[in-house]
């Protein structure tokens, strides 16, 4: 039986138009429309999106706006908008909305068991938060031995730690109110160094974890837990231990007060989760006022999302962008070049919200999915990209997409650097669509002075083949605003190509069985009975045994 997205008229089309020997050309389609960038770059929400050096035409891009049609794809995201249970495995709504807009935006959540305010919920919460937030930088929360707080320290994994330790570094223009240190690995070489350089008396910490139950936090908060009382004596629980939780139940047994924990429902999913409690860190260390304008550029986004029409919508035409190549193209990879250093975390981040998100082989049926979706995300800041794997996206046998994110104005005063930064990332862009035939590139090793036996021999290795595509989004300033519509737009495009392909966004299955086996092979490490495990694990327990482990 063909899967009912197969079955659509659109999705003929693309087929046959991704078949075209020209459907990757970028570099004809460029140097023959002077005005491809005016026709091919849109705003919102105060960013630009440039999709000129991608091989998308007007026929193209009609046809993937119909499949985006014939998917029903804004419908499914005005559900979810309307709190309605779009995690269907779970029976969640989505409503990470909720937590960026203003008190009376009315949002309501489906909890399957009747439907509940999400806007109070969340208001009641931020107002909360605003308050501790005061209480901490004017010194009337203060440790268990009456220091204020120097440190917040915040332990959390996936997206209880990378959301919130992304943006508390992409803001670093903004004056440090907390040192903030965030520590995720359950690698004891992570908390060691961290625990070894803070002082007690003064560090807040904050157990940043939805379930209250991921054994890596929690692991982690036991041992800082341990740490505090040895340098403190109990009391420095209640008083410096703050839970970002929506386990009431397990972060009371671990003795943290309710004046402390900061909750949320689970209709916010783990890796949507930066713009409310989960949040805090980044208010502790930036400011509340950073923090309000953060969740301010979001539900800019979030409104442009909701209303701007299909051929003008960001979040829309960055996912049909991403399907055309990940899904029609078959670029199973693509990467996230920030040019700028403060978003060195940004591929981090996207990682887990595109790869957890949409690294799924089934759609909301449980039908398999004859048709790739996401790629495998990867990404470094430029220009440090262009000395590491930027080779294999000029000259790899494989096509790679790249996004290119561009910060106009720096936060710095070396005008001379940026405009080097600058200048690094336009010509990146403009070498992978265009590049350089081995015709011009002979031509210019013979114009040089080389002889010709010698530029013969060089040019099919100096051949850049071009037509390799990359997206470009640009930010004026990195901002707690802008970056607050870049991350809404990177999620509502994940949302958008998950509603386009069938499937579900909001659930995670394919991490569980790891943890399972996690919890088989803890016991044989600690006594070196190996007898239930695997053959191929049972040796490696026994070699690691052996070594000392
Ligand atoms: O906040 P928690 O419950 O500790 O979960 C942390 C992370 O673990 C996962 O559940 C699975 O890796 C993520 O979705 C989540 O962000």
């Known amino acids: 039986m063909q899967h009912p997205l197969t079955a659509t008229e659109p999705w003929a089309r693309l ?34 999106l440039d999709l000129s050096r991608t091989a998308l035409d007007d026929t193209t891009l009609e046809a993937l706006l119909a499949l985006a049609e014939a998917a029903r794809v804004t419908e499914k995201l005005a559900a979810m908008a309307r709190g309605e249970i779009v995690n269907t495995t779970e029976r969640r709504a989505a409503l990470h909305m909720a937590l960026r807009a203003p008190r009376d935006a009315g949002f309501r959540a ?53 959301g919130p330790a992304m943006v508390t570094e ?20 992570a908390l060691a160094p961290v625990l070894a350089s803070l002082d007690p008396a003064r560090t807040l910490v904050l157990v940043a974890s939805k379930t209250f139950t991921t054994q890596e936090t929690m692991a982690n908060a036991k041992v800082v837990r341990s740490w505090l009382v ?53 208010a502790l260390a930036r400011g509340w006022e950073a923090f309000a304008s953060l969740l301010a550029g979001a539900h800019a986004m979030d409104r442009h999302m909701l209303t701007a029409p299909a051929a003008e919508n960001l979040p829309l035409l960055l996912a049909l962008a991403h399907t055309w190549h990940a899904t029609f193209r078959g670029h199973a990879a693509y990467a996230c070049l920030p040019y700028d250093q403060r978003l060195a975390r940004l591929p981090a981040w996207l990682q887990q919200l595109e790869m957890e998100s949409n690294g799924k082989r089934v759609d909301v049926t449980g039908q398999p999915v004859p048709f790739p979706t996401a790629p495998v995300v990867f990404g470094e800041p430029g220009t440090n990209a262009q000395h590491s794997f930027m080779q294999l996206l000029h000259q790899g046998t494989q096509v790679i997409p790249a996004d290119i994110i561009i910060v106009a104005r720096p936060d710095h005063a070396l005008a001379e650097n940026h405009r080097i930064l600058l200048a690094h990332a336009l010509a990146q862009a403009a070498a992978l669509a ?116």
């Open 170 to 189: 992409a803001l670093a223009a903004l004056p440090a109110r907390l040192d903030a240190r965030f520590v995720s690995n359950v690698d004891g070489h």
């Open 15 to 48: 087929a046959a138009l991704a078949a075209r020997p020209d459907a990757g050309a970028i570099r004809r389609r460029l140097l023959e429309d002077p005005n491809r960038f005016a026709r091919l770059s849109r705003t919102g929400a105060g960013l630009l």
């Open 434 to 549: 265009l590049g350089r035939s081995a015709a011009e590139q002979e031509g210019a090793m013979l114009a040089s002075g080389m002889d010709a036996a010698e530029a013969r021999r060089l040019s099919p290795h100096r051949h850049f083949p071009g037509d390799r595509p990359s997206i470009g989004i640009v930010l004026p300033r990195l901002e707690p605003v802008s970056l607050g519509a870049l991350l809404a737009l990177y999620e509502h495009k994940v949302a958008a190509q998950a509603a386009l392909w069938g499937i579900n966004a909001f659930d995670q299955w394919g991490v569980e069985l790891g943890k399972t086996l996690a919890a088989g092979t803890l016991p044989a490490l600690k006594t070196g009975e190996t007898g239930a495990l695997d053959p191929a694990t049972g040796g490696l327990v026994r070699a690691l045994c052996r070594m000392g482990a």
């Open 230 to 282: 040895s340098a403190l004596g109990e009391g420095a629980v209640a008083a410096q231990v703050v839970a970002l939780s929506s386990n009431a139940r397990a972060v009371a047994e671990f003795g943290v007060l309710p004046e402390r924990t900061f909750g949320f429902r689970d209709w916010v999913g783990g890796r949507f989760s930066l713009w409310g409690p989960i949040g805090l860190a980044i």
């Open 110 to 162: 489906d909890t399957g068991n009747g439907w509940e305010d999400a806007s109070a919920i969340v208001h009641a919460e931020l107002g909360r938060m605003r308050q501790f937030v005061a209480e901490v930088h004017e010194g009337r929360a203060r440790g268990a031995t009456g220091a204020p707080f120097a440190s917040v320290l915040n332990l959390g994994i996936g997206g209880s730690d990378l």
